[in-house]
């Protein structure tokens, strides 16, 4: 029987709330077991490339990743979130280790191409789609009682750094770890959990299937940025990740929000 891990994503609003963070991190640290946290940070670039003059672009809710903007998401990214995340955790016992996907290369992405996006091609910059996730070293580090934190950024094998969407590399992670661990992957973010009505939040939808998905798409219940979430995790659960849920930053019991099958 394998050793069950937890995977918890926050989300770059919870980690601009103070209140919900201080409360997310509490949770995570009691979390039995072993465990893994990837975090965003996107609110915090784009007022930190506001302060340095860069334009913040985006198309259809990604971050268009020029040279300069690589500069902002490595720095707050690598540096000031994850290692604030670090440090809390262990003042809260947890004996974290901050890593990008270069960090013992653990996440080999590739650039990705232009796609179409309203009949014209968008180039993204430096921005990766994930090949590879060393589930042998992210195993030992977990099994040696070091708690994995993990900040939005690959590589590509060739000396370049890719900002990469959080979401994707959670879940590819989780894929990942589930040849090893009975793995639940937890999508923590700011609502109780995938919303039926936007403006209602206790409209939560306890339950989505693949056939769902596909009704709320088509019918417009679901949409934007809830789409590649519901999206990367289907996708781990057909890759065999035991548990996979969506739900409040300051709800990780299990308990709570939208499980996705």
């Known amino acids: 029987m394998k050793e069950k891990l937890t995977i918890v994503k926050v989300g770059g609003a919870v ?3 103070e209140q919900q963070l201080s409360q997310l991190l509490k949770d995570f640290s009691a979390i039995q077991g072993r465990k893994v946290l990837v975090h965003g940070g996107g609110r915090k670039a784009t007022k930190m490339a506001e302060r340095l003059g860069i334009e913040t672009k985006m198309v259809e809710g990604r971050r268009i990743t ?3 903007m690589l500069e902002v998401v490595t ?10 995340l670090v440090a809390r955790l262990q003042a809260n016992g947890v ?10 290369n653990i996440i080999q992405s590739h650039k990705r191409p232009p796609r179409m996006v309203n009949g014209e091609a968008v180039d993204y910059g430096y921005v990766g789609d994930v090949d590879h996730v060393s589930n042998v070293t992210l195993s030992q580090l977990i099994a040696a009682g070091i708690t994995p934190v993990i900040a ?3 590589h590509d094998g060739q000396g370049n750094i890719l900002n990469t969407n959080a979401d994707t590399m959670a879940s590819e992670t989780a894929k990942a770890l589930a040849h090893d661990y009975d793995v639940t992957l937890i999508f923590s ?3 109780k959990g995938v919303l039926s009505n ?3 939040d206790d409209s939560v939808i306890p339950v989505i299937t693949k056939e769902d998905f596909e009704r709320y798409k088509t019918d417009g219940t679901i949409s934007g940025g809830m789409l590649p979430k519901i999206e990367n995790a289907l996708k781990a659960v057909d890759a065999g990740v035991s548990r996979v849920i969506i739900t409040l930053a300051t709800a990780l019991d299990g308990c709570h929000g939208t499980v996705i099958k």
């Open 152 to 154: 939005p950024l690959t």
């Open 95 to 104: 004996n974290a280790l901050g890593l990008t996907g270069a960090d013992a």
């Open 75 to 84: 720095m707050v990214y690598g540096g000031l979130v994850n290692k604030n």
């Open 15 to 17: 980690v601009e709330d």
């Open 198 to 200: 936007p403006d209602d």
């Open 66 to 68: 020029d040279a300069q």
């Open 189 to 191: 973010f700011e609502k």
